[in-house]
């Protein structure tokens, strides 16, 4: 059995975006705020759990301790997709697209003379009676779609770009944005929950501990969740609100930092439904947008001897990508094995990895691949 | 032990298929813009281009490109369907989707069968092949003319040889 490393997509992808678990999870390169995160929900929940729990679980509720841990598995859950999950990045443009677009804007631009500067590259488009320009991205050669906007620290071009936020790690855009909003929600409530149990819990103790001298770790703790609880409550309902806010009026940060909507001679929003329930459902309830990227799909790398017995087609995985993506082999040889009855709705589940030997998937049971008969490789090797 | 499943003769086309791609990369492309008239929906343009106006009808390559619009309609519809989804999957804290596809992916897997019949019936035989949006991340619909006209990309359902089958072990 002959080893072969197999390339994968993501680690050829242009742009400065760190991956793990073999192409399934994409952040930033800077993770370190991230961390911060982790450590400030995790650390306050836990202290939350151990010292506080108890005590009003016996004294107050048992319901107390089961709602803070669905809250905490929520919050938790909204994080690691807004921070794994592919924001909506657009990949950049092949040289025959890029070309072709080249083509169209010096058609376009005609005969620029010597010393002129030319002209700036931008595409008026009308949407719902507006007119929107759409700016060309150098750095990707395309120009980009509405709303679309090219984040500098991940160096991608991010479709619906919300903002670059360091707290998860990752670029908000269409993809994840209702993730990053529920994150915010829900630690918010979270963060409330628990200092308002914690003040709760100072007053039992008070009350009930009166007339005892009672030595313990908690009211340390306590004061150090209150702490952390007054100053996270502050920024994080503001977000929250600020988002709200975003969201019924259809807008993004960056639209709305930039005012393009704003100011008298401005354009009107024209994606907004001019309906707050409408524009909320959605951006909260609307489809699942798929990644474009293909993260997992195999990159055709023959470095393999000729007497190998097990260069066999690599097989397609699919995390967020459904369509099995076809990869252009840089040498004629054999193509990429791709059926729709291929896709595996288990998305993320890694079920098989192809790096240890080279297996073939068959429709009908994916979970035992086979050895590639040596027949199959002298076919297709011309 | 070895046998020839329906779903083979099915790939052994495909195999084919993935042959005119690769020389569809040495042919010259024409590229299908994005409409954006109705907002950032995705809709490809049905405008007829020059360049493709001597291998094929322009019913027929509205015809796909209407097709394709609808499919990219349906998936992108907001609707009963989508909130039912995006209320279920907010009450497991969107752990279900990493068991089940989403009604998006679903429809994107229908796409590329759609795709991949249109080339099989109408687009190869011209010369053409139709490249998957969702390749070219959503941004454009791709047809590669092939430089030796008409026959520049074969035919999908021709040489084809049994020994390219797998095997397949119990």
């Not at chain 1, 306050?44 to 151990?50: E, G, N, Q, R, W």
Request: charged residues 20%.
């Amino acid at each position: 059995m002959i080893t072969r490393k197999v390339t994968r997509k993501w680690e050829k992808l242009p742009g400065k975006n760190t991956f793990c678990c073999d192409g399934r999870v994409m952040m930033a390169r800077q993770k370190g705020v991230f961390y911060l995160t982790l450590f400030l929900i995790i650390g306050t929940c836990s202290l939350f759990f151990a010292f506080e729990c108890p005590y009003l679980a016996v004294h107050l509720s048992p319901a107390i301790p089961v709602f803070a841990v669905l809250l905490f598995v929520f919050v938790m859950a909204m994080l690691l997709r807004t921070s794994f999950s592919d924001p909506g990045v657009l990949p950049r443009a092949l040289p025959e697209e890029a070309n072709f677009i080249e083509m169209e804007i010096e058609a376009a631009n005609g005969n620029v003379l010597a010393g002129q500067r030319p002209p700036p590259r931008i595409k008026n488009v009308q949407i719902n009676n507006q007119i929107v320009k759409l700016k060309y991205c150098y750095t990707c050669k395309i120009f980009r779609p509405p709303r679309a906007s090219h984040c500098s620290i991940c160096d991608n071009c991010v479709d619906r770009f919300d903002h670059h936020c360091p707290w998860v790690g990752n670029c908000v855009g269409k993809r994840n944005y209702r993730y990053f909003y529920l994150f915010t929600l829900s630690l918010s409530l979270l963060t409330i929950y628990i200092f308002a149990f914690d003040i709760v819990h100072v007053v039992l103790r008070e009350y009930r501990n009166f007339f005892e001298h009672v030595v313990s770790l908690t009211p340390h703790c306590t004061v150090l969740e209150v702490l952390v609880c007054f100053f996270t409550l502050w920024s994080v309902v503001g977000l929250t609100g600020f988002h709200t806010y975003l969201i019924s009026l259809n807008q993004t940060t960056n639209e709305d930092i930039k005012g393009s909507w704003s100011g008298k001679n401005r354009v009107q929003n024209p994606y907004s439904h001019k309906n707050i329930i409408e524009n909320c459902c959605e951006v909260l309830c609307g489809p699942t947008y798929p990644s474009v990227l293909d993260r997992r799909g195999v990159m055709l790398e023959d470095s393999t001897s000729p007497t190998s017995s097990d260069a066999s087609a690599a097989s397609t995985h699919k995390s967020s990508n459904p369509v099995s993506q076809t990869t252009k082999s840089s040498a004629p040889l054999i193509p990429n094995e791709h059926t729709p009855d291929e896709a595996k709705p288990s998305i993320g589940a890694g079920t098989q990895k192809s790096t240890s030997s080279p297996k073939e998937e068959k429709p009908p049971s994916p979970t035992s691949p086979n050895a590639v008969a040596p027949a199959v490789i002298k076919e297709s090797a011309h | 032990n070895t046998f020839l499943p329906a779903a083979t003769v099915d790939r052994l086309s495909f195999h084919n298929l993935q042959e005119l791609r690769h020389s569809a990369s040495l042919a010259t492309k024409v590229f299908i813009q994005r409409d954006y008239r109705d907002g950032t929906i995705c809709k490809f343009q049905t405008k007829f281009p020059a360049e493709l106006d001597s291998r094929i009808e322009r019913s027929l390559f509205e015809e796909t490109l209407k097709t394709l619009n609808c499919y990219y309609a349906e998936a992108e519809k907001i609707g009963g369907q989508s909130y039912l989804e995006g209320c279920l999957a907010c009450a497991t804290a969107y752990i279900i989707f990493l068991c089940m596809e989403t009604r998006y992916e679903m429809i994107l897997k229908k796409i590329s069968m759609y795709i991949q019949e249109q080339n099989e019936k109408i687009y190869t035989p011209r010369g053409l092949l139709l490249t998957d949006p969702v390749e070219r991340g959503m941004r454009v619909v791709s047809f590669a003319k092939s430089q030796d006209g008409p026959a520049g990309f074969g035919s999908p359902s021709s040489a084809h040889s049994p020994a390219r089958s797998n095997q397949l072990s119990p």
